[in-house]
């Protein structure tokens, strides 16, 4: 049985499946390892354009899992401490893959997001919730930090200070209703029509120009980094400018508004 199912139901779009369903996707690392296989993978495949992450069952993805962790590869004759410290990098690895990946990935997120799962849901770009979705940061509930995996500091940018803290601290619920209240997530959907609400998505992001989506989900991610308001614009004033001298893509714009058409963008 395969972990991680690759599917591409379209040109373009890669829909990537956590596939441990009985154990609520959890965060084995016989699941996350080919994971990161498959979305370094799919990153350097020219043919996709757009990246579905989204889970199989009734969960999304229900952070570490305690009972049965897997294989943790290269670790013969390592102490505790540093098997402890490869264990945490090969899932943080998961988390920077996504943020790295040249295309955008949109978060299909079918089910709960606990843990670790609420981690990697705040690493994809774009999150859509079905209304069974919830999320829990977990960690203090189980007597450890609420703060893994990039959740102190994504979950802060996502939402604001204050809401995060009090999700984190107190390890309540969200619900899928809530956290498209609070910008946790775009939308909100039925169970049924959470696919294919994903999928219009990236057909829609699919039809701009290929430069231009990758330097703007680049641009999206490094503001997070960004020292001054000042120093970003200058960087995104290079972006465009590149684009614009490098591409015809603003030329094929103003064609396709005069003739009543779809864009045909080259680059």
């Not at 373009?12 to 699941?31: C, G, K, S, W």
């Not at 999150?127 to 995996?149: D, K």
């Not at 990039?150 to 204050?162: E, F, K, N, T, V």
Request: aromatic share 4%.
């Amino acid at each position: 049985m395969s972990f991680i199912i690759v599917e591409r139901p379209e040109d373009q779009i890669a829909v990537v499946t956590l596939n441990r369903p009985e154990r609520m996707n959890a965060m084995a690392f016989d699941v996350m390892i080919p994971l990161r296989e498959q979305l370094e993978e799919l990153s350097i495949d020219n043919s996709i354009r757009s990246v579905i992450l989204t889970g199989a069952g009734a969960g999304f993805c229900s952070g570490a899992d305690l009972e049965d962790p897997g294989a943790i590869p290269h670790i013969d004759g390592l102490g505790l401490p540093s098997i402890a410290r490869r264990s945490m990098g090969l899932l943080e690895e998961v988390i920077h893959t996504l943020r790295r990946m040249n295309q955008p990935v949109i978060g299909a997120l079918n089910g709960a997001a606990i843990g670790g799962g609420f981690c990697l849901a705040l690493a994809c770009d774009i999150r859509i919730a079905s209304t069974s979705c919830y999320f829990r940061a977990a960690g203090i509930n189980n007597g450890l930090t609420a703060s893994e995996l990039g959740l102190s500091y994504l979950l802060p940018r996502a939402i604001g200070q204050s809401r995060a803290a009090e999700i984190m601290l107190t390890g309540r619920d969200v619900s899928a209703e809530e956290a498209s209240s609070i910008g946790l997530v775009s939308s909100t959907v039925a169970p049924d029509e959470l696919l294919e609400t994903s999928l219009a998505m990236a057909r829609r992001i699919n039809g701009f120009s290929h430069a231009g989506v990758e330097m703007t989900k680049r641009s999206l991610w490094s503001s997070l980094n960004a020292s001054s308001l000042e120093g970003h614009m200058e960087a995104e004033g290079l972006g465009q400018l590149f684009i614009r001298l490098t591409t015809q893509n603003f030329e094929e714009a103003i064609r396709a508004r005069r003739d009543k058409r779809s864009p045909n963008f080259e680059a």
